[in-house]
């Protein structure tokens, strides 16, 4: 099958970071166990008059080619960002390549907001001491310039934002860049966004995030496709995917995860958050069609699966309108919880896991799916070959994105 887009893009490196665990090996156990870290979160700026629910990375532990003063000096999503890309970095043999050839893309916008709410906070009654480096860290593109300082990146580097489709609007931006010949090799980022109180209540007031009602049973809160849902739960995550074309990896001597053999982006033309059949069915016919397989080809989906009551009714209307009833389906969100603009790279990534096991991890608390005319994979993992799957990952603002990788050949 020829892939949409002409040089054929692969990955050749993978990164993560979530609340489940550190790096791909960790992760990949978590999610075939079903194992999750939900619970009252504790960090600072995370809580006020509310009990909000979600994952949070454990302790950070960076390797050792990391600079000990950059990291000191990063915020929570610089340090997730400096690990995560430490990880693909060495997994796709980057030192290989020649600087100038290499890009990164990041996804994700306003991701440090928490921080941002800890220094006014700190300096509210003393502005004029408030410290010089606020100048600096309180962009986005300080996550830029974190990573090409300690990776030594010269191609190109800039943050991209679509809610929560960045991180897979920044994959599909960074196979244009290769596919364009800007650069050889393109990471793409997913960033950890990482909110403060005031997103969190304002999501919870517009319907969104899931209530307090699990307070005591935590673990039971993120349930994705069930009857029982209400909102999604948040979750810290970071992912970073190495794009290339196949000649180049070929070329390297490095593995290829997966073929990316087409995506698309499709607007709603709204700025509300409300999901679109139209839209949604739009993104993953143009996908199929960009790809070059068809509705039948297709054994697996990674969907959006946010837990929202009209999101998830959405979406699996615009699968079953397209044809794909018949794919397996679980929740990676169940398991991780939302990581907001990381989690279309961090879904991406968790295809890739399991495709490189040849497993399905469970979904977890899909006790009663509202719709079971779908091939779910429920409290168990399942065995099954991966060949041919799609990703879906959708943002506030009217934004669809979905991509379409295959096994590697």
């Known amino acids: 099958m020829n892939s949409g887009w002409y040089k054929q893009p692969v990955i050749t490196g993978i990164g993560i970071t979530t609340a489940t665990g550190q790096g791909k090996t960790s992760v990949t156990s978590s999610l075939l166990k079903g194992q999750t870290s939900f619970g009252i979160m504790q960090r600072e700026g995370r809580q006020h008059a509310s009990a909000f629910i979600g994952a949070e990375l454990g302790m950070l532990l960076p390797p050792e080619r990391i600079s000990p003063k950059l990291f000191r000096s990063a915020s929570l999503s610089g340090k997730a960002a400096l690990i995560t890309l430490a990880e693909a970095w060495e997994d796709a043999r980057l030192d290989e390549v020649p600087p100038v050839r290499i890009g990164l893309i990041v996804g994700g916008s306003n991701v440090q907001q928490r921080e941002a ?9 003393r502005q004029r001491f408030i410290t010089p480096a606020y100048g600096i860290s309180f962009m986005d593109t300080d996550i830029c310039g974190l990573c090409t300082e300690q990776f030594d990146i010269r191609g190109h580097a800039y943050t991209l934002g679509a809610a929560s489709a960045s991180g897979q609007a920044a994959i599909l931006q960074a196979v244009m860049a290769v596919e364009s010949g800007q650069v050889d090799v393109c990471i793409a980022l997913g960033a950890l966004m990482d909110v403060s109180y005031w997103e969190l ?11 307090e009602r699990f307070a005591s049973q935590p673990e039971r809160a993120c349930r994705p496709y069930d009857i029982d849902r209400d909102g ?58 960009q790809a070059g397989i068809s509705a039948e080809e297709i054994d697996y989906i990674n969907p959006h699966a946010t837990g929202s009551r009209i999101g998830d009714e959405t979406e699996l209307a615009a699968i079953r309108n397209c044809k794909l009833e018949h794919a397996f389906i679980n929740t990676t969100k169940s398991v991780l ?73």
């Open 117 to 125: 709410l800890l220094v006014h906070e700190k300096y509210r009654d």
């Open 201 to 211: 209540q304002s999501l919870k007031s517009l319907g969104a995030l899931g209530s």
């Open 232 to 289: 999604f739960i948040y979750g810290e995550s970071c992912g970073a995917v190495v794009i290339e074309s196949s000649a180049s990896a070929k070329a390297r001597g490095v593995r290829s995860y997966a073929i990316l053999n087409g995506g698309a982006m499709y607007m709603d033309g709204h700025r509300n958050p409300d999901p679109s059949f139209e839209g949604e069915s739009c993104v993953i016919s143009r996908a199929l069609q």
């Open 337 to 409: 919880g939302h990581g907001l603009t990381a989690a279309g790279c961090v879904e991406l990534i968790a295809v890739l896991l399991q495709m490189e096991v040849g497993m399905l991890h469970p979904s977890v608390n899909l006790d009663n799916p509202i719709d079971n005319n779908f091939n779910w994979v429920r409290q168990q993992a399942v065995a099954h070959q991966i060949t041919h799957a799609m990703t879906l990952s959708f943002g506030f603002g009217g934004m669809n994105t979905a991509l379409v990788i295959s096994a590697p050949q």
